[in-house]
């Protein structure tokens, strides 16, 4: 028990540290230097801010955070999907590979708008649509790239143990893409939250974070602004340490 707290304590105490040092000499470089308010507000102006609006920032995270699971589980589930197709069936891989390519350069500055347009100014679909998008292209390529991880040596073993295509894929397929369709999400959990707050700003229902940060942007109310972007961090930290402990709990069930 020890050594495991020992461990969490050498994993945890350095990037705090760094924080601390960041944000003091932040501080003192915007008191020092003067720096105006529209450039870099303080920290501590930052801090007031948010705990002056923590329930509308909590609010606006809410529904970005909804929007962001949302297309994460569809792109995710639809990525996986996909894939395991592809990885079984040559043709609709080589089909697929340039639309994958198109999806993937895609902006979200052109798309919103006319998702917009498709499914009314007062509907989240778009938002999620957008996530969902982003998320489909690390998760179908990572999970790809880990079903052709398997020698063929492996499945030759496992069709001379009579096999059937099911049990191979369940054994030793899958189990191998594993790590890749985890490394997939860990990068799509990011992409997920940047996508629905982007999508934000341009058009949609004015309730998430995106939205706000715009508002009070306009406004001159840049410590507020600020403080809508550390709930945008907080948001993103939250799904990547969401799939970070999925992974976790995942390799350790196939180590037993």
Request: charged content about 10%; glycine content about 8%; cysteine-free.
């Given at each position: 028990?020890?050594?495991?707290?020992?461990?969490?304590?050498?994993?945890?105490?350095?990037?705090?540290?760094?924080?601390?040092?960041?944000?003091?000499?932040?501080?003192?470089?915007?008191?020092?230097?003067?720096?105006?308010?529209?450039?870099?507000?303080?920290?501590?102006?930052?801090?007031?801010?948010?705990?002056?609006?923590?329930?509308?920032?909590?609010?606006?995270?809410?529904?970005?955070?909804?929007?962001?699971?949302?297309?994460?589980?569809?792109?995710?589930?639809?990525?996986?999907?996909?894939?395991?197709?592809?990885?079984?069936?040559?043709?609709?891989?080589?089909?697929?590979?340039?639309?994958?390519?198109?999806?993937?350069?895609?902006?979200?500055?052109?798309?919103?708008?006319?998702?917009?347009?498709?499914?009314?100014?007062?509907?989240?679909?778009?938002?999620?649509?957008?996530?969902?998008?982003?998320?489909?292209?690390?998760?179908?390529?990572?999970?790809?790239?880990?079903?052709?991880?398997?020698?063929?040596?492996?499945?030759?073993?496992?069709?001379?143990?009579?096999?059937?295509?099911?049990?191979?894929?369940?054994?030793?397929?899958?189990?191998?893409?594993?790590?890749?369709?985890?490394?997939?999400?860990?990068?799509?959990?990011?992409?997920?939250?940047?996508?629905?707050?982007?999508?934000?700003?341009?058009?949609?229902?004015?309730?998430?974070?995106?939205?706000?940060?715009?508002?009070?942007?306009?406004?001159?109310?840049?410590?507020?602004?600020?403080?809508?972007?550390?709930?945008?961090?907080?948001?993103?930290?939250?799904?990547?340490?969401?799939?970070l402990a999925l992974e976790t709990?995942?390799?350790?069930?196939?180590?037993?």
């Open positions: 028990m020890r050594a495991v707290m020992s461990t969490t304590l050498h994993r945890v105490l350095p990037p705090v540290a760094l924080l601390i040092a960041l944000l003091a000499i932040w501080q003192i470089a915007t008191e020092v230097g003067q720096i105006p308010a529209f450039l870099l507000p303080s920290p501590f102006a930052i801090v007031d801010e948010l705990v002056t609006f923590l329930p509308a920032i909590s609010s606006a995270t809410w529904v970005t955070g909804g929007n962001a699971l949302v297309g994460l589980i569809a792109g995710a589930v639809l990525g996986i999907l996909v894939a395991l197709v592809a990885a079984f069936v040559r043709l609709i891989d080589s089909l697929l590979a340039p639309l994958v390519a198109a999806i993937a350069v895609v902006p979200i500055v052109a798309l919103a708008p006319i998702l917009y347009s498709m499914f009314g100014a007062n509907s989240e679909l778009s938002r999620q649509i957008i996530a969902a998008i982003a998320v489909f292209v690390p998760v179908f390529t990572n999970t790809l790239r880990g079903l052709g991880q398997v020698l063929p040596v492996q499945r030759d073993l496992m069709r001379a143990y009579a096999a059937s295509p099911f049990q191979i894929a369940r054994t030793v397929t899958i189990p191998a893409a594993l790590p890749f369709v985890f490394t997939g999400l860990r990068i799509a959990s990011s992409l997920a939250v940047i996508s629905a707050l982007i999508a934000e700003y341009f058009g949609g229902p004015r309730t998430g974070i995106g939205s706000f940060i715009t508002t009070a942007a306009s406004g001159s109310n840049y410590s507020r602004a600020w403080a809508y972007v550390v709930g945008a961090i907080a948001l993103g930290l939250l799904f990547y340490g969401i799939t709990f995942a390799s350790r069930h196939r180590r037993r």
